[in-house]
C-alpha cells in the first residue's frame, strides 16, 4: 500500500503546476492500463489511495475567491478535458495494441520475448535463438517493424546490428505473458553492462579488421610477406592479442 498515493497524490494548494500536470497524466495512464487489462483489483486500490485528490480540488475551489457560477463552469471544463484526455489515451493505446496484434509472423513473440529477457543481441546471437537464418531474421524485422507502431530498436555499427526491444513492444509482450515480468526483473542490472560488451565486441571487430586491410594494403605496397597481428590498446579492458575467437570467447565469459 502507498505506491500510487507516492506516485500521484498531489495538493492543489501547494503543487506548482508542472507536477499537478505530470502525475494527473500518470494517474490517467495508469488507469487506462488497468481498464484495458480488466485489472479491477489494482484499479480499486488506484482509487483508494488516490481519492484525497478529489477532496484537495473541491477545498481549492471552495477557497477560491471565484464567482459560484464562475467555479461550477471551471468543474465542467475540467470533466470535460479529463473525459477527452482519457478517451484519446484509451484509443491510442487500443490502436496500438492492435497494429501489433496485426503482424504477421510466427516468430513475433518469441523475437520479443527474447529481446524482454536478454536486453539488446547482435543479429546472429538472435537469429540462432530463433533458428533462423541471417537473412531470414532481416525479412521478419522489416515486417514487424512495417507499422506505425515501431517494436524494434536497429542500431548499426558498421556492419553489425543490434537489436532491442521499444516500449510499445515491451508493455504488449508483459501483458500477453506475465511470468516474463518476474525473469526480466531479476537481470535488469545485468542490461546495461550487456549492452557495453556487445558494443565493444561490435567496435572491437571493425578495429580489427580495419588493421588487417592497413597491414595487407602495407604488405602489398611493400612486396614483404609480411605476417600480421595484433596487441591490445593500452587502455583496452580486455587483456591478449585481439582476435575474434578470444574477444568473442572473453565477452562470453563475461555474459556467463
Not at 2 to 18: D, I, L, M, P
Not at 128 to 137: D, P, Q, T
Request: charged share 30%; hydrophobic share 35%.
Amino acid at each position: 500500500m502507498g505506491t500510487y498515493r507516492e506516485k500521484y497524490v498531489f495538493n492543489f494548494f501547494r503543487a506548482s503546476q508542472e507536477e499537478m500536470r505530470e502525475k494527473v497524466q500518470g494517474l490517467a495512464k495508469k488507469l487506462i492500463e488497468f481498464i484495458i487489462a480488466a485489472n479491477f483489483g489494482e484499479m480499486s486500490i488506484l482509487f483508494e489511495e488516490c481519492k484525497s485528490i478529489r477532496y484537495s480540488a473541491q477545498g481549492y475551489l471552495e477557497d477560491s475567491k471565484v464567482a459560484e457560477n464562475e467555479k461550477k463552469t471551471l468543474v465542467q471544463v475540467g470533466y470535460e478535458c479529463a473525459l477527452m484526455d482519457v478517451a484519446q489515451m484509451y484509443l491510442e493505446r487500443l490502436s496500438a495494441q492492435n497494429e501489433v496484434q496485426q503482424i504477421n509472423t510466427k516468430y513475433k513473440d518469441e523475437i520479443l520475448s527474447i529481446l524482454a529477457k536478454r536486453g539488446t543481441m547482435l543479429h546472429g546471437d538472435l537469429a540462432c535463438a530463433i533458428e533462423v537464418s541471417a537473412s531470414g531474421l532481416n525479412a521478419i524485422i522489416k515486417r514487424m517493424n512495417a507499422t506505425s507502431v515501431k517494436l524494434i530498436n536497429v542500431e548499426e555499427v558498421s556492419k553489425y546490428k543490434l537489436y532491442s526491444i521499444t516500449p510499445i513492444a515491451y508493455k504488449y509482450i508483459t501483458e500477453r505473458k506475465p511470468e516474463l515480468t518476474i525473469e526480466i526483473e531479476k537481470g535488469r542490472s545485468f542490461e546495461k553492462e550487456q549492452r557495453e560488451l556487445l558494443m565493444q565486441y561490435a567496435v572491437g571487430i571493425c578495429k580489427i579488421m580495419n588493421k588487417k586491410k592497413t597491414l595487407e594494403d602495407s604488405r602489398s605496397i611493400s612486396g614483404k610477406n609480411t605476417v600480421w597481428e595484433f596487441k591490445p590498446e593500452k587502455n583496452n579492458r580486455f587483456e591478449g592479442p585481439y582476435s575474434t575467437i578470444v574477444f568473442g570467447d572473453k565477452i562470453g565469459k563475461r555474459l556467463a
